[in-house]
């Protein structure tokens, strides 16, 4: 394909947004020119793309009618303010922040679901889902076809990286205070991240869940294809700088063939799957790769009908970053 695009991404001086940039870098996604755009704070530093350093610009002064593809890697606030007016402009919209409705933007994981592409209107707006629910649907869209899944149980234990940089600057600084025997000061966190698991990522409403395991549910069942799927789940804060890992239980309704499932594991884009009696673990396996890693998977311990998982993923790489440039990948094969 000779054709080229001109690209602005939002937020690019975030982790996921300096990722973005090294991943269409790596991939050589066809770039005529590249805008990099963040919030008047970071404007005015760079960030480094084919060789040269790229300065960012104010996000509130661009000209969104000079890109036809515009990825949006910042908060939801930062979507809901720029959104609209890149539309109006006409540019296609890949959003990352969760702030656009299912039925404005679906959400697309191209192991999963990628024939929802096919046939929206244009200038086209999909989302990519959390980094949680992109690796969860890799690993379970291989299955759905011939398991009959019930219900699915999640504990996530979630790396802070997730939380951008202020998050993995407070792990670090709590690390080297409680390994020098200093008194430790929380700011980001509410109490000690480091060397410490927190029962929840961010605020519970009144029922007691956070807007993330929301959020997780609903972008599950949407990408999946299963809008009627049970789905409990729990978010953990992990002392992890990047690299998410998940304890999945799936309840099914007969008894689970382990091996037709491994060999479907195997066989499936993006997953790579450990040995029987060895696992994977984020900092050792997944950060920095490109798939997600599954092992320890067995029945219940006296249920055949359950199928149990442990799942291991870059967040800000594969969960977030990587999956964004492959619905772009998607999107270019037909006329932005």
């Given at each position: ?20 940039v ?25 960030v ?63 192991e999963a679901?990628?024939?929802?592409l ?57 690390t ?8 430790l ?52 804060q ?9 304890s ?39 950060v ?28 800000v ?20």
């Amino acid at each position: 394909m000779n054709q080229s695009f001109d690209i602005a991404v939002v937020g690019a001086t975030g982790t996921v947004g300096e990722t973005l940039v090294q991943i269409l870098e790596e991939r050589d996604f066809p770039i005529t020119a590249l805008h990099l755009l963040a919030s008047i704070e970071s404007a005015g530093s760079s960030v480094p793309y084919r060789g040269k350093n790229v300065r960012v610009r104010e996000v509130d002064t661009f000209d969104f009618s000079t890109v036809q593809l515009v990825f949006f890697a910042a908060g939801p606030a930062v979507t809901l303010s720029y959104a609209a007016k890149a539309r109006a402009a006409g540019c296609t919209i890949i959003d990352l922040s969760g702030a656009l409705p299912a039925v404005q933007a679906p959400q697309v994981v191209p192991e999963a679901n990628s024939h929802v592409l096919k046939g929206l209107a244009k200038p086209v707006q999909v989302s990519s889902p959390s980094a949680s629910a992109t690796a969860l649907a890799v690993v379970l869209a291989p299955l759905r076809g011939v398991l009959d899944i019930q219900r699915v149980n999640v504990t996530a234990c979630l790396a802070v990286s997730a939380q951008g940089r202020e998050a993995v600057s407070e792990l670090a600084r709590q690390t080297a205070e409680l390994l020098n025997l200093r008194p430790l000061e929380s700011t980001f966190f509410d109490r000690q991240m480091a060397f410490n698991l927190l029962a929840q990522v961010g605020k519970p409403d009144a029922q007691g869940h956070v807007p993330l395991e929301k959020r997780l549910v609903s972008e599950l069942r949407e990408v999946l294809g299963l809008p009627a799927l049970k789905v409990a789940v729990t978010c953990v804060q992990a002392p992890v700088f990047f690299g998410d890992s998940f304890s999945v239980s799936v309840q099914l309704a007969g008894p689970v063939d382990l091996d037709a499932v491994n060999a479907l594991l195997e066989a499936a884009d993006s997953i790579e799957l450990v040995e029987a009696g060895d696992y994977p673990t984020a900092v050792g396996d997944a950060v920095g790769q490109d798939v997600v890693y599954v092992g320890r998977v067995r029945h219940g311990v006296d249920d055949t009908s359950e199928l149990n998982l442990w799942l291991t993923s870059d967040n800000v790489r594969k969960g977030a970053a990587l999956n964004a440039v492959q619905v772009a990948e998607l999107l270019i094969k037909a006329p932005l």
